[in-house]
């Protein structure tokens, strides 16, 4: 049984937020945003890195049947490359925010630092994924859809091991662009390699 709290302040609806994908080479940042019901129970909802994969896609289908609300935003390497992953994290909370089908009055962001929204208050929490149901909810969304996008393109590019590290710089992922360079889904701005001077643009 986890030790998760339902809400920070119980008199306004708050929604939860986090992201995915931010340490990675390749790749979108996916983040979600969560409004859980005030009387939600989840005794196996947890920060998305404590579970299994399994786990996570049952948590999600969980999630989006009994979330008062629920949304995914991405922004993609590109964006990544001209505005930086940091504001690229908080451009995707931002567009997660956007598409929720009811008003959040607070918002809950994982991490210590946010881009205020408009006309929403919101409170940073660190390592909340671990401490909030509604953080955590958002961290299985956001993770569970990244992972579904990068299995999408590890069929176009299965030398890069996406299947496996998701994106993340693994010693397999760098050796893949020491060898083959690097692939149109690549964040151009990151170090790819130690010694950047061997990549093959």
Same mark, same amino acid.
Not at 5 to 26: F, M, T
Not at 63 to 78: F, N, P, R, S, Y
Not at 181 to 195: A, E, V, W
């Given at each position: 049984?986890?030790?998760?709290?339902?809400?920070?302040?119980?008199?306004?609806?708050?929604?939860?937020?986090?992201?995915?994908?931010?340490?990675?080479?390749?790749?979108?940042?996916?983040?979600?945003?969560?409004?859980?019901?005030?009387?939600?129970?989840?005794?196996?909802?947890? #920060?998305? +890195?404590? /579970? @299994?994969?399994?786990?996570?896609? *049952? $948590?999600?289908?969980?999630?989006?049947?009994?979330?008062?609300?629920?949304?995914?935003?991405?922004?993609?390497?590109?964006?990544?490359?001209?505005?930086?992953?940091?504001?690229?994290?908080?451009?995707?909370?931002?567009?997660?925010?956007?598409?929720?089908?009811?008003?959040?009055?607070?918002?809950?962001?994982?991490?210590?630092?946010?881009?205020?929204?408009?006309?929403?208050?919101?409170?940073?929490?660190?390592?909340? #994924?671990? +401490?909030? /149901? @509604?953080?955590?909810?958002?961290? *299985? $969304?956001?993770?569970?859809?990244?992972?579904?996008?990068?299995?999408?393109?590890?069929?176009?590019?299965?030398?890069?091991?996406?299947?496996?590290?998701?994106?993340?710089?693994?010693?397999?992922?760098?050796?893949?662009?020491?060898?083959?360079?690097?692939?149109?889904?690549?964040?151009?701005?990151?170090?790819?390699?130690?010694?950047?001077?061997?990549?093959?643009?």
């Amino acid at each position: 049984m986890n030790d998760l709290a339902l809400y920070l302040e119980k008199n306004r609806i708050e929604a939860g937020c986090d992201e995915a994908g931010r340490g990675c080479l390749a790749g979108p940042v996916f983040a979600a945003a969560v409004i859980l019901p005030t009387n939600f129970s989840n005794d196996l909802l947890n #920060d998305s +890195k404590k /579970l @299994s994969e399994k786990k996570r896609y *049952i $948590l999600r289908e969980i999630i989006e049947k009994e979330a008062l609300a629920w949304a995914v935003g991405t922004v993609d390497h590109q964006e990544i490359d001209q505005i930086n992953i940091l504001n690229a994290s908080f451009l995707a909370m931002h567009r997660a925010i956007d598409q929720l089908k009811v008003k959040p009055e607070h918002l809950l962001i994982d991490g210590n630092r946010f881009n205020p929204y408009p006309k929403i208050e919101h409170t940073c929490i660190i390592k909340g #994924d671990g +401490k909030f /149901l @509604s953080i955590a909810a958002a961290s *299985i $969304l956001a993770k569970t859809y990244r992972d579904d996008y990068m299995l999408s393109i590890h069929k176009e590019y299965s030398n890069y091991d996406w299947n496996s590290n998701k994106g993340y710089p693994t010693k397999k992922h760098r050796l893949a662009i020491r060898e083959h360079g690097i692939t149109p889904y690549h964040r151009k701005s990151f170090g790819l390699q130690p010694d950047q001077m061997e990549l093959k643009f």
